[in-house]
């Protein structure tokens, strides 16, 4: 036979009936229709707020945009030159190898291999 | 309206009469009662992308329906006085039970009453009360003997007053 015992929560008999029998069935039709409209209205208010963060975040941006470019250039100006001239200086031994006939033989033997490689040298 | 606002709209029709029940108990007006739900519907329509599974959304919702009842009750806003009027009209019934039963609950210090509500209105265990309303555990437990005690008191009260 199945017994329900009551574990952890000792609950008052006589109050668990009143607050079963306080609970009534609301009608739902107007506290839906004011749910609704204030559904509505709040949407309303979230997409002018988001406008209104899009619109500060496109004029912060415009002021902000000239000194980054400008900075952003000077930098990349900076870089350039600095790479450019550590590149010039490191590749003047290797250029003149390149341009040397043991070079120019290198180049064409390497040039040969990855043309074979690639299968660009098989007929069709 | 899109779809998802329709499918909220949905969950809202087939969840008001629990959550505005449950704030009728804790208000006992029901026009605050039906403010604070829609204030709740509202900030869970607002917030639902943060409720990590569906499943919960009851509860949760609960929840938030009870903070803002918790919110407007430490706002020290005073109640509203128990319906004569409507007593009057019922005086041995259901309804009059309920102003009874309310009047009794408005009685109760606000962190009593939601322990008590959560627990006879909701069916909730001490320890989902604790999590709903950030009360510790042990505090909730002594509300609601105490709660219960002095709630029996006064409906003992309202009872002898009004004949029952």
Known sequence: MLTVTRMANELDDRLLDLFSEARETLPSAEFM???LARMERARRVQSMRRM?????L????????????ASTASAVQAVQHVVVDAVGEQSQPYAALIISPAGWAVSMLIGFLVLLRTGALRRR | MN???????????????AIRNLLRRLTREASLADD???QAFIQGWESIRT??????FGGWLRKLAVNFWLQHARSGRPEVPLEEDLRAEHPVSTVSRRLDL??????????????IVLAYNEGMSHGEISQTTSIPLGTVKSHIARGSVRLRELLHAYG???GQ
């Open chain 1, 52 to 56: 209104a963060l899009i619109a500060v």
């Open chain 2, 36 to 38: 604070l739900a829609q």
């Open chain 1, 58 to 69: 496109g004029v912060l941006a415009a002021w902000i945009m000239p000194s980054v470019l």
């Open chain 2, 3 to 17: 779809g998802d606002d329709a499918a909220y709209g949905e969950l809202v029709r087939r969840r008001q009469d």
């Open chain 1, 33 to 35: 229709q004011t749910f």
């Open chain 2, 51 to 56: 409720l990590r599974s569906p499943g919960a």
């Open chain 2, 160 to 162: 002898d007053t009004h």
């Open chain 2, 102 to 115: 309310d009047a009794a609950l408005a009685q109760l210090p606000h962190d009593v009453r939601v322990c």
